[in-house]
């Protein structure tokens, strides 16, 4: 059969943030607006640290404004709550991002809730995981979302599939068995507690691991042609002593020999989720104002 398609998120990223510069482009001169996205970061979680650097870049590479709040890991919560207060009535921020995890001084839950749902640009609102789970209009949480796009690209119509997600939390495993759905996936939520899970596995089209165990899912649990989202990211000791590197949920070296198609970790599912940011704050931009998203994005 072949080893699989490598399904490359950076390229596939690169192409969205071309589209997202030129809807920008488009809307600013048609109507004025620049999209704005606010960050903020608490602390200085080094992961976080990267992950911020580069959401400002493409940011202000895409042609938006960026606005980026980064405040003490002793920050209170009633400070915190302050600034997204300010953030939630600024006309230049469309969409805002609280980078998690958060300390332990700060509650996730309380800090998002506070967020407008209208600009809460990664999905996690129970206002928009409610419009997610009934077909409305809201922003989709990013790494789903990108997950999607590249299956859709690389498989084309997904109706009728058979899709088995690893994970079930809110940020990835729920809102992934949502978007599925919506393209006439036949969906199963697998976990922790699943019995015979690489039975299950084996049954899948489309297998999606977001489990957050190294190399958890072996060759053997992947039918032959399936296409394979990776979205684990996990650091193992690596060949040096005292280096690391990432590997995926996904023992790659064997599911490249057996999948149809697969992301790699790093340079699959991660650069996408940055890309559909950016995609979620043109379009909030767009709704708050009244303006038709452009076809570009409107078709992702």
Same mark, same amino acid.
């Given at each position: 059969m072949g080893r699989a398609r490598i399904i490359d998120g950076k390229a596939f990223a690169a192409g969205v943030r071309g589209k997202v510069a030129a809807a920008a482009a488009d809307i600013k001169a048609r109507h004025g607006l620049v999209p704005g996205l606010a960050v903020v970061l608490v602390g200085e979680d080094p992961a976080s640290e990267v992950y911020v650097r580069n959401k400002n870049k493409f940011t202000v590479e895409t042609g938006m404004a960026s606005f980026a709040h980064r405040l003490s890991v002793d920050t209170t919560e009633e400070d915190l709550l302050a600034l997204i207060d300010r953030l939630n009535n600024d006309q230049a921020v469309h969409g805002i991002l609280v980078q998690l995890p958060l300390p332990d001084q700060i509650r996730s839950a309380k800090v998002l809730d506070a967020l407008d749902p209208a600009k809460d640009v990664d999905g996690f609102h129970v206002v928009n995981v409610g419009l997610l789970s009934t077909g409305g209009q809201g922003p989709v949480p990013c790494t789903p979302l990108g997950s999607r796009m590249m299956l859709e690209h690389t498989l084309g119509a997904l109706?009728?599939?058979e899709?088995?997600?690893?994970?079930r939390s809110n940020i &990835?495993?729920?809102?992934? +068995?949502q978007l599925l759905l919506q393209r006439n996936c036949t969906v199963t939520v697998a976990h922790s507690r699943t019995r015979d899970l690489p039975e299950i596995c084996r049954r899948a089209d489309i297998l999606v691991a977001a489990v957050g165990r190294p190399r958890?899912?072996?060759g053997d649990w992947i039918k032959p042609g399936a296409a394979v989202i990776d979205v684990g990211i996990n650091r193992v000791p690596g060949a040096e002593e005292g280096?690391?590197?990432?590997?995926?949920?996904?023992?790659?070296?064997e599911a490249?020999?057996?999948a149809g198609a697969i992301t790699p970790v790093p340079g699959g599912v991660g650069p996408?989720?940055?890309?559909?940011?950016l995609v979620n704050t043109v379009t909030a931009a767009c709704r708050q104002h009244g303006v038709? &998203?452009?076809?570009?994005? +409107?078709?992702l």
């Open positions: 109706d009728g599939l899709a088995v997600i690893v994970g &990835v495993g729920k809102p992934m +068995a958890m899912i072996r280096k690391t590197r990432l590997v995926g949920d996904v023992a790659f070296d490249v020999e057996v996408m989720t940055i890309a559909c940011l038709e &998203v452009p076809a570009e994005l +409107a078709s």
